[in-house]
Every structure is written in structure tokens, then in C-alpha cells.
């Protein structure tokens, strides 16, 4: 399969950013700027629990599909301040980010952890985005493919060769997140070409080709071009810029370029 087959996603991931109402004036401003998109590439606002409601009726009719930051894997139950994938779809959500670095990083999220919101998020109907990626120290010492493989291997397990259809996977390299320090088109291709790899080894070539890959950590207006246009990078998990209209849209016309 070539990429153009592949489906383009382009997301924001707004993290702690946001009252309703900047939420709702940020959606209806992006609202018409991406409106072309439609049919060509996905375009999708990931936003903190307390917007999606918001955000849901805001881009009701619009090509803007809704997602959450995060998903808890019980069902119910006494699990105080979070939030269960069915309370997700039934707000009309459709996507969640899964295992981003600052989960990880500062709320203890581990591959095990993101693995089992990952296979719950599916069973209630939503669509992962589940993200990887190495930290600055392990890329020095040069074991950015062993990371990358274990943490493919490990989130995904159990996610079956329907499910991972629905599954989008983020590559963002820690090092590259909020630092203004972004991946050469050439290294955030790379890792791509090589998650990719290590989907056709746990499922096949055809079903590897399929999936959506995105690259995150520090995509702005300038660069998005340049990464988009790598064979193995179908998209964006934009942060800072996702939070400015026009930022915003300018990546995205890239991916309705590329
Ligand atoms: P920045 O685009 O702000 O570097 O954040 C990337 C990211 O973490 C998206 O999930």
C-alpha cells in the first residue's frame, strides 16, 4: 500500500491548555480554515476532559473529529478523578491519546498501563493514538530501536490484526516535545520506517502499510511540510502549535498538499 492510500491524521493535542470558552472561540476559528481537509485528511482536536463536551458540539457538522488526552482501562468503579472509555464515547468522542511522554513521565504511565487503556479504549469503540518514542539519553546511547521495539511490542499487545486498524501510533521522541528541538525530517522518517517494521512483524506486510503513523515534538508552520513528505510520516500530534488557529492550519494544508 502507498502512503497516499494511508489515512493523514492531523491532531492536535491541546494537553492543560484551555477554558470552554477559549476552547470553543480556538474550534470555531479553525473550524473554516480547515474545512477543504475534508475527505482527504483527518483532522482531529484532542482536548483536556473538562472541553470535550464543548468541543463536541462545536465542530457537530464540521470535518473536526473530537479526542481526549487520556482513558482509564476499568470499566467503573472507585477509581477517583478518572475518567472510563464508554463516559468517552458517550460525549460523542472518537479518539484518545494513549501513553503520551508526560503521562509517562510525570503520572507513572507505564507500557503495561498504556497497554491495557489501549485494549480498552478499542473495546468501547475508540480510536487509539497511542504515542512512543525515546528519551534524549537513550538516543545518545544509541538504543532508540530497542526502545522503540519494546515499547511497539508492549502497548500493542493483545490488540489484534482487526483491532490495530483503528489503532493510530504517534512517534514522538521526548526530546523533541515542547523543546523547539525537532527530529530532521530524515530521523523522524527513520523511526517511522522502522515502527512500521515492527508492526509487520507482530501482524504482516499488508496490515503494517495500513496503519497510520504520526510524528510529534515540536511540528510547527515551518517544518511540517518537510517532515509530511516522508514516506513513512502520515501525519502530525501537534502541541504548541495546535493552539493557534492559523499554526494550526497551515499544518494542515500541508498534509491536504502532501
Ligand atoms: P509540541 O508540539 O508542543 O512539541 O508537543 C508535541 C506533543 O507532545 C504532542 O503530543
Same mark, same amino acid.
Given at each position: 500500500?502507498?502512503?497516499?492510500?494511508?489515512?493523514?491524521?492531523?491532531?492536535?493535542?491541546?494537553?492543560?491548555?484551555?477554558?470552554?470558552?477559549?476552547?470553543?472561540?480556538?474550534?470555531?476559528?479553525?473550524?473554516?480554515?480547515?474545512?477543504?481537509?475534508?475527505?482527504?485528511?483527518?483532522?482531529?482536536?484532542?482536548?483536556?476532559?473538562?472541553?470535550?463536551?464543548?468541543?463536541?458540539?462545536?465542530?457537530?457538522?464540521?470535518?473536526?473529529?473530537?479526542?481526549?488526552?487520556?482513558?482509564?482501562?476499568?470499566?467503573?468503579?472507585?477509581?477517583?478523578?478518572e475518567?472510563?472509555?464508554?463516559?468517552?464515547?458517550?460525549?460523542?468522542?472518537?479518539?484518545?491519546?494513549?501513553?503520551h511522554?508526560?503521562r509517562?513521565?510525570?503520572?507513572?504511565?507505564?507500557?503495561?498501563?498504556?497497554?491495557?487503556?489501549?485494549?480498552?479504549?478499542?473495546?468501547?469503540?475508540?480510536?487509539?493514538?497511542?504515542?512512543?518514542?525515546?528519551?534524549?539519553?537513550?538516543?545518545?546511547?544509541?538504543?532508540?530501536? !530497542? #526502545?522503540? =521495539?519494546?515499547?511497539? /511490542?508492549?502497548?500493542?499487545?493483545?490488540?489484534?490484526? %482487526?483491532?490495530?486498524?483503528?489503532?493510530? *501510533?504517534?512517534?514522538?521522541p521526548?526530546?523533541?516535545?515542547?523543546?523547539?528541538?525537532?527530529?530532521?525530517?530524515?530521523?523522524?522518517? !527513520? #523511526?517511522? =520506517?522502522?515502527?512500521? /517494521?515492527?508492526?509487520?512483524?507482530?501482524?504482516?506486510? %499488508?496490515?503494517?502499510?495500513?496503519v497510520? *503513523?504520526?510524528?510529534?515534538?515540536?511540528?510547527?508552520?515551518?517544518?511540517?511540510?518537510?517532515?509530511?513528505?516522508?514516506?513513512?510520516?502520515?501525519?502530525?500530534?501537534?502541541?504548541?502549535?495546535?493552539?493557534?488557529?492559523?499554526?494550526?492550519?497551515?499544518?494542515?494544508?500541508?498534509?491536504?498538499?502532501?
Amino acid at each position: 500500500m502507498k502512503k497516499s492510500a494511508r489515512k493523514a491524521i492531523i491532531a492536535g493535542n491541546w494537553k492543560m491548555n484551555k477554558t470552554r470558552p477559549e476552547a470553543k472561540t480556538l474550534l470555531e476559528d479553525i473550524k473554516p480554515l480547515v474545512a477543504n481537509a475534508e475527505g482527504n485528511v483527518e483532522v482531529i482536536a484532542c482536548v483536556p476532559f473538562t472541553n470535550l463536551e464543548t468541543a463536541v458540539n462545536v465542530t457537530a457538522g464540521s470535518n473536526i473529529k473530537v479526542g481526549a488526552e487520556n482513558v482509564h482501562f476499568e470499566k467503573s468503579g472507585a477509581y477517583t478523578g478518572e475518567i472510563s472509555a464508554d463516559m468517552l464515547v458517550e460525549v460523542g468522542v472518537e479518539y484518545v491519546v494513549i501513553g503520551h511522554s508526560e503521562r509517562r513521565q510525570y503520572f507513572g504511565e507505564t507500557d503495561e498501563t498504556v497497554n491495557k487503556r489501549t485494549l480498552a479504549a478499542l473495546e468501547a469503540g475508540l480510536k487509539p493514538i497511542v504515542c512512543v518514542g525515546e528519551l534524549k539519553w537513550e538516543r545518545e546511547c544509541n538504543i532508540t530501536e !530497542e #526502545v522503540i =521495539a519494546r515499547q511497539i /511490542k508492549l502497548d500493542l499487545w493483545k490488540v489484534s490484526k %482487526e483491532a490495530i486498524k483503528n489503532v493510530v *501510533i504517534a512517534y514522538e521522541p521526548v526530546w523533541a516535545i515542547g523543546t523547539g528541538l525537532t527530529a530532521s525530517p530524515e530521523q523522524a522518517q !527513520e #523511526v517511522c =520506517a522502522f515502527i512500521r /517494521k515492527q508492526l509487520a512483524k507482530l501482524y504482516d506486510e %499488508e496490515t503494517a502499510e495500513s496503519v497510520t *503513523i504520526q510524528y510529534g515534538g515540536s511540528m510547527n508552520a515551518a517544518n511540517a511540510a518537510e517532515l509530511l513528505a516522508q514516506p513513512d510520516i502520515d501525519g502530525g500530534l501537534i502541541g504548541g502549535a495546535s493552539l493557534k488557529a492559523d499554526a494550526f492550519n497551515v499544518i494542515v494544508q500541508a498534509a491536504v498538499n502532501g
